[in-house]
């Protein structure tokens, strides 16, 4: 048995929000109980609406937010609420790209300095060998030596994105979070990046956590997902049990809820539409948070929020009625 | 054959720069028939917003009006006074935006906003205008409209926001609502809800639509026919299912191939995407020729230096490649 390269143990990220003078505090609980692994050279979708606490997630990951309670293990590092990482070390084994390339670059620094500081912060001393592994770097994501002198603001935004994926890659880390790395693009220029983040997965043995609402690219790119919902896991699973055989009447919805002009109404998924929008995190719906949208929903969804349970090997839903079929 | 309630001929914009003046859009034409949705398709840039805010008289510095004619029902609108367009906006062509947020009013009630819309375009009064914004807010299923009416844009979610606004671009019973971009700031599950609705409450009252969207599959699902837009120009128009059958520009077909599809991995496994290669060209440096040549698989001489014509296809569709056929 692989040994994960990150595990999350029922992971919780609170936060206290309002204050005592006006209305009181409130606990808002943006990530709330997450268990999950990822393996080496592994790509877990990580799949959800706008405030369901993918990116709270993903800044937990990356020990920029400290854990409420329950631990998370990366490569060899055990962070909780009281023992907080050690930053040089996390930059080496976790690294991110982020979703807007045109806000994630510094301005005012060349390509070479993006790509040179963080080896010589990491102990690269010797100049040649940091000019050597910058060309190198820049080659792979398919940039030419030339673009090493010039600012952001002379490319383009997928040539942009290729320096964020080179700044995340150049300490050689083992695992990338990917937070919606292409949807800021423009479209035809989203296949570009998707094929050069395979490539280098394979390449360099890279482990991803591919966050994006787009279920085409999720479905293209991961080896498991798991679907998210207010600070929950609902469901996870291989890529195929999940778009295939999905469980929750949540991931039934976002699959649904896409529009397919090759396929119309075949899938059986396509009439589980969810109805009204996701609820604040701050005064969650009581029992399984998803029941005020929920088409299955019964008495017991309000009272009673259900756990994850495993439906097939490797595959959890948390629904009262996962094996009702439909 | 009725004449079609909106017809783009020969539309120019332009856009004027340091000294030059750039043609953001040409040559662009298009026709939408009475109750018909019509879907407008492109990148950032290629011009569709803006070719959505000169059917609705909206261009403002440094984008003008450089030729073409847009005729509404019979009428041309393209250089109404001020006054007339105001009077046309809302009443015969409403528009609905991209971010509600930025397009309502922070700081009036919405019930006020879709009020408002009665008073000036039908001169009703304020109590019977409020009474109507309720019934208003129904229609778009608001819930609770006798509360909501009071509320302020920023109580609402995005999605309750956005069906403010089309409660507001319908109230008047327009002839054409222009959709830009709607759903593109919304999750997905309400991107589907907000989508039907427009969809189910334009088929009732015979509202013709013209969706503005980046999204191929979005407003081929929604709309009868298709016009894709690159740089500047149409480059094909076609039947919506004939667009994805039998895409005819290798631009549309390159839309297509590049994007990942749910359900294609597990038909076909994981093929490498084909990707369109090259950038989308700036408007200070359209190529000459089809603009298209420089990223095209098909690309010959006569691409680099000849716009193409249209050529039709089936259905009254059209496209723009010397290489098609």
Known sequence: ?326 | MTPPLLKVEDLRIALAGDGVTYNAVEGVSFEIGRGEAFGLVGESGCGKSITALSVMGLLRRPLSLGGGRIVLDGQEIQDVPAAEMRRLRGKRIAMIFQEPMTALNPLSPVGRQIAEMFVLHQGAGWSEAMDRAEDALRQVRVPSPERRIRDYPHQLSGGMRQRVMIAIALACGPDLLVADEPTTALDVTVQAEIIDLIAELCAAKGTAVLMISHDLGLVANMCKRVAVMYAGRIVESQVADAIFARPSHPYTQGLIDSLPRLGERSRRGRQRLREITGVVPSIQAYPAGCRFNPRCPAVTDICRTNVPEATSLPADGLVRCHHHG
């Open chain 1, 1 to 326: 048995m692989v040994k994960p390269l990150l595990v999350l143990d029922d992971l919780a990220v609170h936060f206290k929000v309002g204050s005592m003078l006006a209305g009181g505090v409130k606990t808002l609980k943006a990530v709330d109980g997450v268990t999950l692994d990822v393996k080496p050279g592994e790509c877990l979708g990580l799949v959800g609406e706008s405030g369901c606490g993918k990116s709270t997630l993903a800044l937990a990951i990356m020990g920029l937010l400290l854990p409420t309670h329950g631990r998370i293990h990366v490569g060899g590092q055990r962070i909780s609420g009281d023992t907080p990482p050690d930053r040089m070390e996390m930059a080496r084994t976790v690294q991110m790209v982020f979703q807007d390339p045109y806000a994630s670059l510094n301005p005012r620094q060349t390509v070479r300095r993006t790509l040179a500081d963080p080896l010589r912060l990491h102990g690269v001393k010797d100049k040649a060998e940091v000019e050597s592994r910058v060309i190198d770097m820049m080659a792979k994501v398919g940039l030419r030596p030339e673009h090493a002198d010039r600012y952001p603001h002379e490319f383009s935004g997928g040539q942009r994105q290729r320096i964020g994926i080179a700044r995340a890659l150049i300490l050689k880390p083992r695992l990338v979070i990917c937070d919606e790395p292409v949807s800021a693009l423009d479209v035809s220029i989203r296949a570009q990046i998707i094929n050069l983040l395979l490539e280098l997965k394979d390449e360099m043995d890279l482990a991803y956590i591919m966050i994006s609402h787009d279920l085409g690219v999720v479905e293209h790119v991961s080896d498991r997902v798991a679907v998210m919902y207010l600070g929950r896991i609902v469901e996870q699973g291989g890529w195929q049990e999940i778009f295939e055989n999905p469980r929750h009447p949540y991931t039934r919805a976002l699959i649904a809820a896409i529009p397919d002009p090759f396929h119309r109404a075949a899938a059986s998924v396509a009439r589980a539409k969810a109805k009204g929008e996701i609820p604040s995190a701050l005064n969650p719906p009581p029992g399984c948070h998803f029941n005020p949208r929920c088409p299955l929903k019964a008495d017991l969804c309000t009272v009673e929020a259900p756990v994850l349970e495993g439906v097939a090997p490797g595959h959890l839903a948390a629904c009262h009625f996962r094996d009702r079929i439909i």
